[in-house]
């Protein structure tokens, strides 16, 4: 079945530094990918909708500046948080769709959960 | 807009107890799509089941059954005999055949079943 990894699992920075989380489907390819974010004990919230070569498409109230996303090939999409702060500190999950239709299944990836001191 | 609730944060089972979660949406999209996804603790999201709105039999796989309601705007997942391993965080999610294909998420329930 469809795989889809996420790297790193767990990441932990200083305030003020950036940190990339990296989301690969293994053995497909994925024209759109969607990272979400999750607060302990709460509901997913998307941030953002990543299309391959082209820019990303933010939900309202996300800062495009502060969580840069990257689509750079059909397998790969970046989420980078840049100068990081303790309330960016939240569990980070993606996750990738084959082909264009909604219908189809989103495969998550296993999450990577940031912790800024 | 679409909207997803599942009214029930938590619940706490015995093992062998059948649990139902509760799953209400609402769209305005005629076509559409229901899932259920399992959070185990480790984080990940495990797909469970997909079911397309012209679709409302209702499916049974293992343990796992589901009852779509249309009528009621329902989409509810019960678990018979449960088991510890059954102890995670679902959610009820849904997502239009329209433009712009966004997966929205209930709050999800917590299910804790002791042994």
């Known amino acids: 079945g469809a795989v889809v990894s996420q790297h790193p699992s767990w990441v932990i920075c200083k305030s003020g530094t950036s940190v990339k989380i990296e989301c690969r489907s293994l053995?497909?390819?994925?024209?759109?990918m969607f990272w979400y974010r999750q607060f302990p004990k709460q509901s997913l919230m998307l941030m953002a909708t990543?299309?391959?070569?082209?820019?990303?498409?933010?939900e309202q109230g996300v800062e495009k500046d502060k969580f840069l996303i990257n689509h750079a090939s059909l397998t790969l999409s970046t989420l980078t948080v840049t100068s990081a702060h303790p309330e960016d500190s939240s569990f980070y999950i993606c996750?990738?769709?084959?082909?264009?239709?909604?219908?189809?299944?989103?495969?998550f990836g296993a999450g990577s959960r940031l912790t800024v001191l | 807009a679409q909207k997803v609730t599942q009214a029930q944060t938590e619940i706490s089972v015995v093992e062998k107890e059948d649990v139902t979660l509760d799953c209400v949406y609402e769209?305005?999209?005629?076509?559409?799509?229901l899932f259920w996804y399992k959070q185990p603790p480790s984080g990940e999201l495990v797909f469970l089941i997909r079911?397309?709105?012209?679709?409302?039999q209702n499916e049974i796989s293992g343990r796992y059954s589901w009852n779509f309601q249309k009528s009621t705007s329902s989409f509810n997942f019960t678990i018979t005999a449960s088991q510890v391993v059954d102890s995670a965080v679902y959610f009820c999610?849904?997502?239009?055949?329209?433009?712009?294909?966004?997966?929205?998420f209930g709050g999800g329930t917590r299910v804790l079943v002791k042994p």
């Open positions: 053995d497909f390819q994925a024209t759109t």
């Open positions: 990543s299309n391959e070569g082209s820019k990303a498409t933010y």
């Open positions: 996750s990738a769709r084959q082909g264009s239709s909604g219908a189809n299944v989103l495969t």
């Open positions: 999610a849904l997502i239009p055949i329209a433009a712009g294909n966004k997966l929205t």
């Open positions: 079911r397309n709105s012209f679709d409302e």
């Open positions: 769209t305005r999209d005629t076509t559409y799509y």
